[in-house]
């Protein structure tokens, strides 16, 4: 024979709304709480479908944010990418500059040495 589950707290909820005081009725919640209900097959073949529902709802919640976390990761990758890019395109904007800065500072000095030239050669 097949059962039921018995839910103790929700039936002293019902019970004691409806106008029973609570300790008579957890006495009762007891006594039938030890009975066993015996379950039809059509009640046991809803529990299994509202239960196969639930499952398949929260299935498909599960596939939804797959979806969105790959969606956000190939967004994060191209992000990625485009950092990566922008990092190279500057490391070889400040490499020229580098390297603007060595040859003004080579001419700075080979000006220099043509003014100490000079001077020395007006004094």
Known sequence: MNMIAFDTHTFIKRITAAGMPEPQAEVLADVLAERP???TKGAINHAIATLGR???KR???LENGQTELKAGLAELRTGQTELKIGLADHSAK???LEKGQ??????????????????KGQA
């Open 37 to 39: 209900v015996p379950a």
């Open 54 to 56: 639930a499952v398949d």
């Open 59 to 61: 299935l498909l919640a």
């Open 94 to 96: 400040l490499s020229s």
């Open 102 to 119: 060595a040859e003004l500072k080579i001419g700075l000095a080979d000006h220099s040495a043509k003014l100490s030239s000079l001077e």
